[in-house]
């Protein structure tokens, strides 16, 4: 049972736009998130984080937003650069002492110049 | 820093093989992770260690998976016998505690067992 879900595999979006990648999760202990973004032959980097007592955190062109009551997460980057092409993926943990994240499956972002 | 260090980058064998993949963790980080890749499941974790103690392994998926940890340089992860539905990428990841900047992760070691 798949506890962070990503349901979009892929993303297109135009050099310049927002792109918007979701993620909804269903364990209601989470109170730590995150994006990473991962290219092709590479491990996942750490993007953005943010934690439950918060709904907004900015990272210049990256905003995480978080709606606790929905269960979801957005991650939105604007202005959108082909460097940006990737796969995100959303992680959650419980927090406290325990630093096991829980990865969904991924959104491959597309930039197209 | 050079981040963290798994090898090999690529390993193919045949089923019934054994199999260890080897991480480095970053120096002075205290936990290390072991995630395993696939189309199917995505990123899924398998074991984690916190000051080279296995804190939690219900991620290791049958009893042909152990991992160790035996210093605070140094994990291994192996797969004794490999079956086919094994072939995935392996990931390792180290963290200094805290979630604040999560984790660093290796860039993985892609195993293919024919």
């Known amino acids: 049972d798949q506890q962070v879900k990503q349901n979009s595999p892929s993303l297109s979006v135009q050099e310049g736009r927002i792109s918007i990648l979701n993620c909804d999760y269903t364990n209601s202990m989470f109170d730590y998130f995150l994006w990473y973004k991962k290219y092709p032959a590479e491990g996942p980097t750490f993007l953005i984080s943010i934690s439950s007592i918060k709904d907004k955190n900015e990272d210049g062109r990256f905003t995480v937003f978080l709606n606790k009551s929905a269960k979801h997460l957005s991650l939105h980057i604007v202005p959108s650069q082909p460097g940006d092409s990737a796969v995100y993926f959303c992680a959650a943990s419980s927090g406290g002492s325990n630093y096991k994240l829980t990865f969904g499956k991924g959104t491959l972002l597309t930039v197209n110049p | 820093d050079a981040g963290v260090i798994q090898s090999p980058r690529h390993e193919v064998t045949e089923m019934g093989q054994e199999v260890t993949l080897r991480c480095k963790p970053i120096?002075?980080?205290?936990?290390l992770f072991w995630y395993r890749q696939t189309m199917m499941r995505g990123l899924e974790l398998l074991i984690y260690f916190n000051n080279n103690v296995p804190i939690d392994d219900s991620g290791m998926p049958e009893d042909r998976f152990s991992a160790k940890m035996p210093n605070a340089s140094f994990s291994t992860l192996k797969i004794q016998p490999s079956e086919p539905r094994d072939s995935a990428v392996y990931f390792c990841a180290s963290s200094p505690g805290g979630l604040g900047y999560g984790y660093t992760f290796g860039s993985g070691t892609r195993l293919t067992v024919v």
């Open positions: 120096s002075g980080h205290n936990s």
